[in-house]
């Protein structure tokens, strides 16, 4: 038996040090140094070597104009794409889960940009969005009117260019995991409600959207924690300007591009951390409930 839970822990030993060395000591150590002052030029090693300034990062954070920009936007990112995308990959779903010619062809159709690469689609986007691109070009030919220098360098549009571009690539991959939740609905169900005379939308309501809150919950909440960590979208598309920057970008920009605050910049990743699981837990609170939310 000892024999056994030692090669157990021998095998295990390479996915443990990993986890240890990657995710469970930059956790703590990012911790630790965010009640410090710690920046590039008076770096220690030991956290607690560092000048330890407490609380005063959090609450620098919350008077910091940068910061305020960053999480507002970040806001209007997830408010903005998860319900649309949600929806759009749901419908999506519920049609090409009909019987039809070509629904193979479709299904690989819809799903294809979430497989490609996101920053080569970041500059596509960009040269469709720029002035005289293609996608001005015909909104001019419909009569609307465009932003001179291009989308991505006005600031009524820019966010929203680039989260129209986010819900574009997304779709597809929120969409296929819908699809398995409906594969996964016993066509009894559906057989015996039309016997009962129930309407296709009676049916949709009575057993579709019931039957798929677990698939729902789990859309929602990835689609969140993605949606709050949004980076090379906006690494790729703005830099950040013409307020675009989100808080991932924030902490970039602050702990390792221009300032290299680290202390700072690890206080504002909890920050994002907190808001991330508080966000989480709502979402599951809401869709565990027995009475439906929809």
Request: glycine share 6%; aromatic share 18%; proline share 3%.
């Amino acid at each position: 038996m000892k024999g056994v839970k030692l090669s157990v822990f021998i095998f295990s030993l390479p996915w443990l040090l990993t986890f240890v060395m990657f995710w469970a000591f930059p956790l703590v150590y990012s911790f630790l140094i965010g009640f410090t002052d710690c920046t590039l030029h008076n770096f220690k090693f030991i956290p607690w070597e560092n000048n330890w300034t407490g609380w005063n990062n959090y609450k620098d954070l919350f008077q910091d104009a940068a910061f305020l920009s960053s999480l507002k936007n970040t806001f209007i990112f997830v408010l903005g794409t998860i319900p649309v995308t949600t929806i759009i990959a749901l419908l999506m779903a519920l049609l090409v889960n009909r019987r039809f010619k070509g629904r193979a062809f479709f299904r690989a159709g819809y799903f294809l940009p979430s497989i490609t690469s996101m920053v080569v689609v970041a500059l596509i986007f960009t040269n469709l969005y720029q002035r005289g691109g293609y996608i001005a070009l015909l909104l001019e030919a419909a009569g609307f009117s465009v932003p001179v220098n291009g989308f991505l360098y006005d600031s009524g549009t820019a966010l929203f260019a680039i989260m129209a571009m986010d819900i574009w690539m997304s779709v597809g991959y929120y969409m296929l995991i819908f699809l398995a939740g409906l594969k996964a609905i016993p066509e009894e169900l559906y057989e015996v409600a039309e016997i009962n005379g129930a309407s296709s939308l009676h049916r949709f309501r009575s057993i579709t959207l019931p039957l798929l809150k677990p698939v729902a919950l789990f859309i929602l909440v990835i689609n969140s924690i993605k949606s709050f960590q949004v980076f090379v979208e906006i690494f790729v598309m703005t830099k950040g300007k013409f307020d675009t920057s989100t808080m991932v970008y924030f902490i970039y920009d602050t702990g390792l591009a221009t300032a290299f605050k680290f202390g700072y910049a690890s206080a504002a990743a909890y920050v994002l951390f907190i808001i991330i699981a508080v966000f989480s837990a709502v979402q599951f609170i809401l869709l565990k409930r027995k009475q439906p939310v929809w």
